[in-house]
């Protein structure tokens, strides 16, 4: 009887695993004219300035979807400030996105870009993430005369749990990744970032916390518009 217990219960395990597996809708927005605003706050949950992502083209094709990705910053009235586009991938539930999305789009909308050499990795999430699994570093670095100018780089990013969170505009089930995110706009900065995507959606909410382990600000979905998730 117990051997036939156990059988029973690693078959749902292995069930339930397979079809976790073979759920391929990515950590991101990926349909055209998915759109969402995420708000960013000091730790006293004032807001700070306020940031739109939209999947304004795909180009579908047999393998990979070519996504057009607009990224526009507002401040903390919600006014417009500045506005970038990215180019990304979808494929099989994994979402790849251009290097110089980890800039600031304020930076970015600052400087000649052709003024620097530009050199990095690719931002990538996977569409399967289970406890422990390692995600690759992504980083961006722009250089001149061999000097560096700016730089992000995202690194140790392990998955860490998974779990349901509220918001201001509902209840999501998401993974949570931790990394270490270095910022180097003169003075290098280092973070402590928990990140927390769901399915379909992308972040929903990201902690940062300075070297001492004291948050520093936190950043929260306030608005949404996607298909079938509005």
Sequence with gaps: ??????????????????????????????????KIKIGHFNKRQIPQGYTVYTVIDVNETDSVDYLKLQVESLNKYQKFLNSEIF????????????????????????????TYDISGRDYILPAFLGNGI?????????????????????????????????????????????SKLETKYGEPILYTV?????????PVRTYYYNTKRKLVK?????????????
């Design 1 to 34: 009887m117990r051997l036939i217990f156990f059988s029973f219960a690693l078959l749902v395990l292995i069930g339930t695993t397979l079809q976790a597996q073979t759920d391929l809708e990515p950590y991101f927005i990926y349909q055209k004219g998915a």
């Design 194 to 202: 928990y990140t927390y995507l769901s399915k379909g959606i992308g």
């Design 87 to 114: 180019l990304a991938e979808y494929h099989d539930g994994e979402i790849k996105i251009e290097k110089l999305f980890m800039l600031p789009v304020d930076t970015l909308a600052r400087i000649d870009e052709e």
């Design 134 to 178: 390692a995600l690759s570093a992504a980083w961006v670095e722009l250089s001149n005369n061999d000097t560096i100018a700016f730089k992000v780089s995202e690194y140790s990013r392990i998955v860490d749990n998974f779990e349901k969170i509220n918001t201001t505009i509902g209840e999501f089930d998401v993974c949570v990744i931790s």
């Design 218 to 230: 936190y950043s929260e979905i306030v608005e949404m518009d996607i298909p079938g998730k509005s």
